[in-house]
Each structure stands twice: as structure tokens, then as C-alpha cells.
């Protein structure tokens, strides 16, 4: 029996994973895509100016690429508790195939862990134009630092992975410009 525990990554998990992890390695889930949907009050942003953050949401035929951890062994429950604390901004724990990209080929494992943040979450903040998400992370700092520092990194590192993600990259690209 495997001890592998996979987590998927696909917003600050991406570039700044601070927990422990036997394997770290670019993945992709699908029926799901990212948007900069959650509020942050405890990382991005402060209670009454929130942040802007990213979070999951169904859909059909879409392809979210990110960074998969494989947190298995000694240090899981360390870890998991660690995480727990980390997404508490309103996250939930959901599960979902994980794939790899081997040549040609996709394999998938099952069990890996996500944090989603819901539109039942007090921190949702929901659609937004993204001029206004743009204005509004540019705006945000919080315990964590500046808010378009999680933005501009988020891009950096996807483009690092070769990954296009037009939703990301374009209010990446009218944060740079103001």
C-alpha cells in the first residue's frame, strides 16, 4: 500500500510551498479552472480591504495546471494540519484526479487534495471585471505581503511551467501597467 498523499497547488502552492513534500512536480486537473474569485483577509489583505486570490470552479472541459506535492510519510498529519491553517480564509477540502504529463501521455492518481473556495464562504468575493480585480489587488497588502506580488508570481512561475492561463496573464498584465 502507497503512503503517496498528493495536494494540488494552483495559486501561492505554485511558487510558495512552505511545508514539507517528497516530490513537488507540474500537474494539471481537469472540469476545473482558476479565478481570482476569494477574498483574502489573513494573507492579501486585511478585514474591510480584502485581497484579491484565486480560487477553483467547475467547468466543463477546462484544464487547470499547477504544482502537485506529494506530502506522504512522517510528516502528513504535521502537514495537513499546517495546510488546514494555511487555506482557513474560507477554503474547503474537496478531492480530484491529478494528472502528469509523461511524452505523450497523461497519467492520473486519484485522492488529491484541493482547496476550494465557494461562493458559500464569507471571504467569496465572486466575479468582478478584471480592471476591477486588477485595481483592487493593486490596492491590497496584507500579513502576507503585497497582493500583486501573488498575482505577478503566479504568472511568473506559469510561464516557467509553459502553461497559458489568459485569465491570470491579463490582469497581470494591467496590474504592470498602472
Given at each position: 500500500?502507497?503512503?503517496?498523499?498528493?495536494?494540488?497547488?494552483?495559486?501561492?502552492?505554485?511558487?510558495?510551498?512552505?511545508?514539507?513534500?517528497?516530490?513537488?512536480?507540474?500537474?494539471?486537473?481537469?472540469?476545473?479552472?482558476?479565478?481570482?474569485?476569494?477574498?483574502?483577509?489573513?494573507?492579501?489583505?486585511?478585514?474591510?480591504?480584502?485581497?484579491?486570490?484565486?480560487?477553483?470552479?467547475?467547468?466543463?472541459?477546462?484544464v487547470c495546471w499547477g504544482m502537485a506535492y506529494d506530502i506522504g510519510g512522517d510528516d502528513l498529519k504535521?502537514?495537513?494540519?499546517?495546510?488546514?491553517?494555511?487555506?482557513?480564509?474560507?477554503?474547503?477540502?474537496?478531492?480530484?484526479?491529478?494528472?502528469f504529463t509523461a511524452g505523450s501521455n497523461a497519467t492520473s492518481t486519484t485522492n488529491a487534495v484541493i482547496?476550494?473556495?465557494?461562493?458559500?464562504?464569507?471571504?467569496?468575493?465572486?466575479?468582478?471585471?478584471?480592471?476591477?480585480?486588477?485595481?483592487?489587488?493593486?490596492?491590497?497588502?496584507?500579513?502576507?505581503?503585497?497582493?500583486?506580488?501573488?498575482?505577478?508570481?503566479?504568472?511568473?512561475?506559469?510561464?516557467?511551467?509553459?502553461?497559458?492561463?489568459?485569465?491570470?496573464?491579463?490582469?497581470?498584465?494591467?496590474?504592470?501597467?498602472?
Amino acid at each position: 500500500m502507497s503512503d503517496e498523499h498528493w495536494i494540488f497547488g494552483y495559486g501561492s502552492l505554485v511558487w510558495r510551498p512552505d511545508f514539507p513534500y517528497r516530490v513537488r512536480v507540474p500537474a494539471f486537473i481537469k472540469g476545473w479552472k482558476r479565478r481570482f474569485w476569494q477574498g483574502s483577509t489573513d494573507h492579501r489583505g486585511v478585514p474591510g480591504a480584502p485581497g484579491r486570490v484565486v480560487t477553483l470552479l467547475r467547468e466543463a472541459g477546462a484544464v487547470c495546471w499547477g504544482m502537485a506535492y506529494d506530502i506522504g510519510g512522517d510528516d502528513l498529519k504535521a502537514t495537513l494540519k499546517h495546510l488546514d491553517y494555511r487555506e482557513k480564509g474560507g477554503y474547503s477540502i474537496q478531492t480530484t484526479d491529478l494528472y502528469f504529463t509523461a511524452g505523450s501521455n497523461a497519467t492520473s492518481t486519484t485522492n488529491a487534495v484541493i482547496y476550494v473556495g465557494t461562493p458559500e464562504n464569507p471571504n467569496y468575493l465572486g466575479p468582478a471585471d478584471i480592471g476591477a480585480i486588477a485595481c483592487q489587488v493593486k490596492a491590497s497588502r496584507g500579513p502576507s505581503g503585497p497582493n500583486d506580488e501573488y498575482v505577478l508570481r503566479l504568472a511568473e512561475t506559469l510561464r516557467e511551467m509553459g502553461v497559458d492561463d489568459p485569465h491570470v496573464f491579463d490582469i497581470e498584465e494591467l496590474i504592470r501597467e498602472n
